[in-house]
Structure formats: structure tokens, C-alpha cells
């Protein structure tokens, strides 16, 4: 699927089946409530402890090796992979799909969103009808704003043309490798590119191409050496 590469690579993550060939990146979240209706094997493989509330049980998944924290709360559907992390007092608000190795932060809120393989949405974060690529990392407060004021239907502008996307809700599309700064904003309908790094308590929105560097300076192209620590640094990204 050549036509993701500028922001996800699907190997090795179990949805592949979200993303049509020919169809644009966000047309995943367009399919989410029904491959959720069709894929979801609706199975919880780990103890839930004390002190987690979980919504349409029978709806939920969770993979074995997950650890989820008391004062967690659920809603199903939803497919939480294996190995994954749901921290102290996160809120999980339905229509989820989550790979593998992911980890959700304390006072965290995510929604018809889907996270591909080792991706964070760490501490305070809102992550609204967005999609995180592969060992993405959103830091502190990071906010994905997925309504426009006026409520009408989102647009992306790319190559100088806007593009209806067919979503009134749709938050971002962060790509494989990106760091997100504590505090920033992404706007409804960001498209940020592979391997990009974005300052903290920046205002983003639009289309970021890969490879980019976001800054109150605006966006430039990240320098090799950058791009080398950005990759090393997402690495240990489980242990946080």
C-alpha cells in the first residue's frame, strides 16, 4: 500500500483490513464502527482488576500481556492489542482500535481512533477520531481537536486543492515515528508525515510532510542528525 508510506506502514499490524487501496489515508475512520461490528473478536485474555468499570463488556477485547489500571474505564467496542498499557484514570470512550505494545497515559481520553503497533498517547492527551502511526509518541497535553467551530464537515488542503474528507469529527493522522511536544494542538484534519518532530505548545494544522521539524518558527525539514536522535529516542518508548 505505496500510497500510506508518506505516513503509516502497515506491516505487521492485525487491521490492515481498515485501509482500502485507492481510498485516502483517513477513510479508515470512515469503515471503524463497521469493521468493529464485523472483526471484533470480543474476547478479554488478561485478570481485570479491582476497580476498573468496563461499558458493553461483550464488546470489548483486550489481548493478553495488557495491563490496565484500576479507575480505567471502557466502553466498548473496542480492540485493545496485546502487551498494552492503560493508565491510572484513562477513559476509553468507544470505537477503538488499538495494536499492539500501545500505551495510554493517566487522565487520558481517546475516541473512534485507531493506534497502530508501540503508539502513546501519554499523560492528559485527548486523542478524538484520529489515527496514531507506529511508535508515534503525543506528549503531555497534547489535545487533537476533531470539530470545527462551525461544525461543518472537515477539509484538508493539499497541493493548493481542499478535499472534503467526508467526517464532521475527524482529528489528525500522525505518522510512523512522530513526536508530538506537551501542549500542542492539532487542528481538525492535520496530516503530519513519517518521522517528523514538532516543538512543544505549537498550534498545528494542514498538511506537515515527512521529515518535517515544527516549530514557532514554522515547519523545515528535519537534518539528518535530528532525524537519527528522533529514531533513537522512540525506541525505548514502552518503558515510559
Known amino acids: 500500500m505505496q500510497e500510506f508510506e508518506p505516513f503509516l506502514t502497515l506491516e505487521g499490524f492485525a487491521h490492515q483490513a481498515l485501509w482500502q487501496s485507492g481510498k485516502p489515508i483517513w477513510a479508515a475512520l470512515l469503515v471503524l464502527k463497521e469493521y468493529l461490528r464485523q472483526n471484533n473478536p470480543c474476547r478479554i485474555e488478561i485478570d481485570i482488576p479491582s476497580g476498573v468499570f468496563l461499558q458493553n463488556a461483550s464488546m470489548i477485547s483486550i489481548g493478553e500481556g495488557s495491563v490496565i489500571e484500576p479507575s480505567v474505564l471502557i466502553q466498548g467496542p473496542c480492540i485493545i492489542g496485546k502487551h498494552c498499557v492503560i493508565r491510572h484514570g484513562a477513559y476509553i470512550r468507544g470505537d477503538v482500535v488499538m495494536g499492539d505494545y500501545c500505551h495510554i497515559g493517566h487522565s487520558t481520553e481517546v475516541k473512534g481512533s485507531i493506534l497502530l503497533n508501540h503508539a502513546a498517547a501519554t499523560h492528559f492527551v485527548y486523542l478524538g477520531d484520529s489515527i496514531l502511526g507506529n511508535r508515534t509518541n503525543l506528549g503531555a497535553g497534547v489535545k ?83 532525524l537519527e536522535k528522533l529514531l533513537c529516542g522512540l525506541m525505548p518508548i514502552e518503558n515510559k
Open 144 to 226: 487533537c481537536a476533531n470539530l470545527r467551530l462551525d461544525r461543518e464537515e472537515v477539509s484538508i488542503v493539499i497541493e493548493g486543492k481542499r478535499v472534503l474528507t467526508g467526517l464532521r469529527k475527524f482529528g489528525a493522522v500522525v505518522g510512523d515515528h512522530v513526536q508530538i511536544g506537551c501542549n500542542s494542538v492539532l487542528n481538525p484534519g492535520t496530516l503530519i508525515g513519517r518521522n517528523s518532530f514538532s516543538y512543544a505548545m505549537m498550534n498545528i494544522g494542514g498538511y506537515v510532510p515527512p521529515g518535517s521539524q515544527i516549530s514557532e518558527k514554522g515547519i523545515h525539514t528535519l537534518q539528518k542528525n535530528m
